[in-house]
T-cell receptor
């Protein structure tokens, strides 16, 4: 998607290893989000950021941490990956309230934990 | 806790038919509502964004309505085409703008 890229697109990792997913935006939006999508559960919010070094937990934050050292980058880390974290991860950015608050999503990262 | 429900979960129609997808939400204190399309194995594409003060938005063959007081939105697709086959997701933003809550989607199949 224009203005937001995720890396890697696909990753296979072993149980117990650390994994970091990267989200990069060129829109200079203040808010960034990490979601996971699973069959039967839909999209659920993991963590979000409302500015550099400002983050907060979402609905399913256990086992995940995030960092935002620059406006354009939002990192999601699985400290010790488990099979339950096999999922598709989406990053999103949102406009300010004054601009309408619309969300734009990245293309996703498919993570498999074996 | 905000909950978003989409009915039906799946829908199959012949090409050319007009159709309506439904979305309901439990807390009317929303900032906006957004409809997305997702193709298999792909990301989400934004279709329409309706602010809480608006009643509807239109884009081409798509029209989305919002009745915030009753907690309902509909997505109307006119003259459906096979290329419209996808999963359609409804999502509401809380008033603080800090979270987008999704329904589980309606999977649409349009046959030629």
């Amino acid at each position: 998607d224009a203005g937001i890229t995720q890396s890697p697109r696909h990753k296979v990792t072993e149980t117990g290893t650390p994994v970091t997913l990267r989200c990069h935006q060129t829109e200079n939006h203040r808010y960034m989000y990490w979601y996971r999508q699973d069959p039967g559960h839909g999209l659920r919010l993991i963590h979000y950021s409302y500015g550099v070094k400002d983050t907060d937990k979402g609905e399913v934050s256990d086992g995940y941490s995030v960092s935002r050292s620059k406006t354009e980058d939002f990192l999601l880390t699985l400290e010790s990956a488990t099979s339950s974290q096999t999922s598709v991860y989406f990053c999103a950015i949102s406009e300010s309230m004054a601009e309408g608050g619309g969300y734009t999503f990245g293309s996703g990262t498919r993570l498999t934990v074996v | 806790k905000q909950e978003v429900t989409q009915i039906p979960a799946a829908l199959s129609v012949p090409e050319g038919e007009n159709l309506v997808l439904n979305c309901s939400f439990t807390d009317s204190a929303i900032y906006n509502l957004q409809w997305f399309r997702q193709d298999p194995g792909k990301g989400l594409t934004s279709l329409l964004l309706i602010q809480s003060s608006q009643r509807e938005q239109t884009s081409g063959r798509l029209n989305a309505s919002l009745d915030k007081s009753s907690g309902r939105s509909t997505l109307y697709i006119a003259a459906s085409q096979p290329g419209d086959s996808a999963t359609y997701l409804c999502a509401v933003s809380n008033q603080a703008g800090t979270a987008l809550i999704f329904g589980k989607g309606t999977t649409l199949s349009v046959s030629s």
